[in-house]
């Protein structure tokens, strides 16, 4: 069965400081990776995805993530945090795609991201 | 614009009651997917379906039922039997490459 760590509850930074948050996942094939950003009381919003190709990815925002197999890891990352990036960070496995249209993912439990201005 | 909605924003049950959160997207997609979203849980599946006519138990459907009659709606229905319904619902969809479009989701509360 696939899984998803995020070992980071919650995470302080200065705005303009960097980021990285981090995801490990569990998974016995290629998986399809994601990151989803969530503001209080809204639904998510996807930064990036990853199915193949390039390992380092490039999402909406600044953000990016890089995929590294032998770590079983998606973390992602940003250079420099503004003040409105304070928000829920979920990363997401899929198995890849199926007959039929989509398939189910499963999300990691979330790193609250606080910005200090 | 394409997209997904659910209604209402915010919902309010008396204990023993049902309630019905209502799905619609215009995507055009074929699955659509229910999560609930505790305080520190993430989200956890509740139902999923692949195409019209057919759904599938997700990891916590204990108390939940669903329906898929037509391609752009897949309500949920919160039964009495389900203990602890108090969360956050959000509906999603997507096509084949697994990247999942989220509602804004349903704030369920049981007075």
Redesign the interface.
């Given at each position: 069965a696939q899984s998803v760590t995020q070992p980071d509850?919650h995470i302080t930074v200065s705005e303009g400081a960097s980021l990285e948050l981090r995801c490990n996942y569990s998974y016995g094939a290629t998986p399809?990776l994601?990151w989803?950003v969530q503001s209080p009381?809204?639904?998510?919003?996807?930064l990036l995805?990853y199915?193949s190709g390039d390992t380092l990815v490039q999402g909406i925002k600044g953000f990016e993530a890089e995929f590294k197999r032998s770590q079983s890891s998606f973390n992602l990352r940003k250079p420099s945090v503004h003040w409105s990036d304070a928000a829920e960070y979920?990363c997401a496995v899929?198995?890849?795609?199926?007959t039929?249209?989509?398939?189910?993912?499963t999300?990691?439990?979330?790193t609250q991201l606080k910005v200090e201005l | 614009d394409g997209g997904?909605t659910q209604s209402p924003k915010y919902l309010f049950r008396k204990e023993g009651q049902n309630v019905t959160l209502s799905c619609e997207q215009n995507l055009n997609?074929?699955?659509m997917?229910w999560y609930r979203q505790d305080p520190?849980?993430?989200?956890r599946?509740i139902y999923?379906s692949?195409?019209v006519n057919d759904f599938q138990k997700?990891d916590i459907a204990e108390g939940y039922s669903v329906s898929r009659e037509k391609k752009e709606s897949f309500p949920l229905t919160v039964t009495s039997a389900q203990k602890n319904p108090t969360a956050?619902y959000?509906c999603?969809?997507?096509?084949?490459?697994?990247?999942?479009?989220?509602?804004?989701?349903t704030?369920l509360t049981v007075l």
């Open positions: 509850i399809y994601f989803y009381g809204q639904g998510l919003q996807l995805k199915f979920f899929g198995a890849g795609a199926v039929g249209g989509g398939n189910k993912l999300f990691g439990t979330g | 997904i997609h074929d699955a997917y520190g849980q993430g989200l599946l999923y692949q195409i997700g956050f959000l999603a969809s997507s096509s084949w490459d697994n990247e999942q479009f989220f509602g804004p989701g704030r």
